[in-house]
C-alpha cells in the first residue's frame, strides 16, 4: 500500500483541477488520508473523504454535501454524514465553523478569515489571512483569548 501512496498535494497542486482526476487513484489518496487521520477506511468514509478532496478547498454544509453524495450515487444517509463529518472534524480533517447560524465544515484547516456572500450564503476564504486584529478588549477575568473568528459579509454591488 505505501508504494501507491502519492505524496501530500501543495497548494499549488491544489489549484489545478483538470489534472487532479488524472494522476493516481483519488480513492486510495482519501483512504490514506483516512487511516493517517487514524480513522479506519470505512467505503462510506472513503466515499465522503473522496467527494471532499476536490481542487481547492471547499466549505460545505452537511445538506449540500448529502445531495452531492446522491448525485455522485455513494449510498450514504443524512445522519451518516453528520457522524462522519463530526468524525472528520475531531480527527482534524475539517474544521467546523458557524456563520451567522450557517454551519459550513471547511477543508481548510488553517486559521484563515472568510468573506460570506449575503445572497447566496456562499463561503469564501479571505487571501492574506491569518491578518491581525487590533484594539481587542482584555478577555475576561479568567479567561484567555484563544482565537478571533473575522468574517466580511458582502453582497453583488448593484
Ligand atoms: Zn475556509
Not at 14 to 33: F, H, I, K, Q, T
Request: hydrophobic residues 35%; positive net charge; charged residues 25%.
Amino acid at each position: 500500500m505505501s508504494e501507491q501512496r502519492s505524496p501530500q498535494p501543495t497548494g499549488a497542486e491544489r489549484s489545478r483541477p483538470a489534472r487532479r482526476g488524472l494522476r493516481g487513484c483519488p480513492a486510495s489518496e482519501a483512504r490514506d488520508r483516512l487511516v493517517s487521520a487514524g480513522l479506519r477506511p470505512t467505503a462510506q468514509r472513503c466515499a465522503i473523504a473522496w467527494l471532499l478532496n476536490g481542487p481547492k478547498h471547499r466549505h460545505v454544509t452537511p445538506e449540500g454535501l448529502y445531495q452531492e453524495a446522491s448525485k455522485a450515487r455513494v449510498s450514504v444517509s443524512q445522519s451518516s454524514i453528520y457522524n462522519i463529518l463530526r468524525q472528520f472534524t475531531e480527527a482534524g480533517l475539517l474544521r467546523q465553523r458557524t456563520f451567522r447560524g450557517l454551519v459550513i465544515y471547511d477543508t481548510d484547516v488553517s486559521d484563515h478569515q472568510h468573506f460570506l456572500v449575503e445572497e447566496t450564503q456562499e463561503v469564501i476564504n479571505m487571501p492574506g489571512t491569518p491578518m491581525r486584529v487590533g484594539g481587542l478588549p482584555s478577555a475576561p477575568e479568567g479567561y484567555e483569548i484563544v482565537g478571533v473568528e473575522l468574517i466580511a459579509r458582502v453582497r453583488s454591488k448593484r
